[in-house]
Structures are given as structure tokens and as C-alpha cells.
């Protein structure tokens, strides 16, 4: 099942995504779990696919807008330096352990919503990723257990403006101006996707590729991931995990390649779907 947030002219909701269209769940459990990642929160997930199943949509194609997969993120936790070529083009030692950052919700964007160039920056850059969203609670899991955490996955772009990035050693100003951070279309329940491992990651820019490679190059997968980060906090669901980003960055490129007002990226993961945005001053 595909589930997403949007937005029906002022009204934020959430349901899930079927041909033609959406089924409207916030509709049906608004009350109950205002939104998909209280729905999550709450044990809803199997309520919400029982309700889906075989339904016609509420809302028509076209008659909304995406929302980020979960508008109300309260921890969104981003792998840096997590394949071997991007690693190496950044010319960043190995590590024994994954690199953490953290995004804040407010940052985020959902697909077809522009992706903002700050006034500040010339230096705007794309970075596909996957994103996993925790859909079991747990504490220092084990890695043989993480899998069983994974709610779904989606289309992540950790849009990252370079120079506030490397203004010192700590990524978070340069991955934190408002609207740089591509959430979506949808998200895909792990039930839909046994393999994520095996799924090709692409990332193009005015449909041009810019990086590609498959989930199993992560140098810390999935389940290393889970476990490490459940070790100094205890996940629930509703939790995001950004996996990291290959090979391909335009910071990286020579020359230097960016992004500005009129150009547009698109993050593409097979099985999972595309995010598109166009990029907008900001």
C-alpha cells in the first residue's frame, strides 16, 4: 500500500493512494490519529490498510497537494558519508561507526512543491537518498530484529546548501534552511517491498542522471543503521531514517554543479516511485 499526506485546498489529511486517486483515511480516522504519523503512532497501520483495500478514491487525481510523507515528523535522523563513492569523493576517511545528523520537519517538502534556493547560497545541491519510516517501537534492536521496525520507505532528497554546510565540522546549518528537504510522493509499506535492498536509487536533474546505484552499496545498511541509532534513542514509529546518499553530488563535480531557480530534480527508486521538484528562489 501506498500511504501519503496532502493537502485538499486548506485541509491537511492523509489516505492512501490507489488508481485514479486517494482514499481519504484522515476522513475516516481524523478524530482518532490526525495525522499519518499518529496514525502510525497509535498501532493504526494494518486498521488503515483494511480500510483501503479495494476502495475507490475520495479525491481525484489533481484535486490535491502532496504533503511531506509525514508533515509532523519528530525525529528525522540523515546518514552522511553512507556509500563508498560519495565517501570517496568527499575525501572523508572510513569510519567505524555511521555518521548522524538530524533535519527538522519544517524543512521538508513534499513532491511536485519547490525545493528553495536560499538568498544566502549559490551552492545548493541535490542528494538522493531512501528514507525508512519506523513503524515498531524498540530500543538498542538488534540487527537481526530491525527489519521487523520498518514501516515502509520513500523518496528522500536531503537538499544540502554546501558552504553553510562546511562553515565547521557540523553539518546541521547547511541541511536545515527552510524547503530544502524532499519528502515523498508517498510511502510504501514494507509489506509491498521484501527486497529494498536490491531497488536502484537515480537521481536526475533537468532529466539529466546525475547519480545511480543500488540500496545494497550502503557501507552501514539498513539494519546497522537501526541498530545504531535505537542504541542512544529508542525509536518509534513515525521516525525517519534517511540512509544516505551516493556518488554523483554536483559539489563534487568539475566543475562545481548546483541548482537554481528553473531547474528541476527528480529522485527516483524502483518499486518505491519518483519525487520531483522544481527548484524556486527562496
Known sequence: MKLASVRIGKKETYGAVVAGGLVDLGKKFGKKWPTLRLALLGGGLATLKTYAKGRKPDVKDGKFAWAPVLPDATRIFCAGLNYREHRAETGRPDTQHPTIFTRFAYTQIGHEQAMLKPLESERLDWEGELAIVIGKKGRRIAREKAMGHVAGYACYNDGSVRDYQRHTSQFTPGKNFAATGGFGPWLVTSD????????????????????????????????????????????????????????GVGAARTPPEFMFPGDTVEVEITGVGVLRNPIKAG
Do not use: W
Not at 545498511?221 to 542504541?231: E, G, K, V
Open 192 to 247: 509491498e517491498m521484501k527486497n529494498i535492498a536490491a531497488q536502484t536509487l537515480t537521481t536526475r536533474v533537468n532529466g539529466v542522471v546525475k547519480q545511480q546505484a543500488t540500496i545494497d552499496m550502503l557501507i552501514h545498511d539498513i539494519p546497522q543503521l537501526i541498530a545504531y541509532i535505537s542504541t542512544f534513542c529508542p525509536l518509534e514509529p513515525g521516525d525517519v531514517i534517511v540512509t544516505g546518499t551516493p556518488g
